[in-house]
């Protein structure tokens, strides 16, 4: 095997080689891969990874299984597209051992734009809240994505997220303010019910 590959210099198989050797030498290719690889990569295999999807229909909340946060990853991703029976707030609240967390530990800022009002941005801030909003869903649909930060540590959890709806556009940042562990979340509206997906990625460490 006289010809090697450009850039790791693995050996490749020639035609003129004889059968009887046609499979060492692709074992041999196979291995010089896979170690390659193995030291490209080492544990990280993927820099992010899908957790789960969920599909709801006409539900009052969607909660996600126990033991999606866990200690494989400290940071998330999710994308949520859902449409809703009447056009709503959506809100999060932290979950764990399948039960929704509702202490007044919650804290957020959101700054809402409308350019077909001039772009006048409209502020809302609290703490001491029991739940995240995190955008709204409209009865025609609607897309939002955010990030959660070390939800399954003990530590304070925080959250990112972004949703266009209409003409108008939310921001919001928020945090958790305790150290606490928890394993799953649920998006619920403030009133009628959700239909559609939600998906969760983890950050490789």
């Keep these: 095997m006289a010809t090697t590959t450009t ?61 999606t946060f866990n200690a494989t990853y400290d940071n998330y991703y999710f994308t949520f597209y859902g449409t809703s029976s009447i056009d709503s707030a959506i809100r999060v609240r932290l979950r764990v051992g399948g039960v929704n967390e509702t202490a007044s530990n919650y804290a957020q800022m959101t700054d809402a734009r409308n350019p077909s009002t001039g772009g006048i941005g409209n502020y809302t801030s609290y703490t001491g809240g029991t739940q995240f909003s995190v955008g709204a869903c409209k009865t025609a649909g ?50 009628g019910t959700l239909t559609g997906t939600v998906s969760v990625y983890g950050y490789s460490k």
Aim: no cysteine; charged share 15%.
């Design 7 to 67: 850039n790791y210099g693995f050996d490749i198989p020639q035609s003129t080689d004889l059968v009887k050797d046609g499979a060492t030498a692709i074992a041999t290719l196979g291995q010089d891969i896979d170690t390659a690889m193995n030291t490209a990569l080492g544990t990280k295999k993927a820099g992010m990874v899908l957790l789960n999807t969920t599909s709801f229909s006409a539900v009052s909340a969607v909660n996600l299984a126990a033991g």
């Design 142 to 191: 609607h897309n939002l994505h955010g990030w959660i930060q070390t939800p399954f540590a003990s530590a304070r959890t925080s959250i990112f997220s972004t949703d266009i709806y209409d003409a108008e556009m939310n921001i919001t940042t928020g945090m958790y303010k305790a150290n606490t562990s928890y394993d799953a979340l649920s998006f619920f509206p403030d009133g």
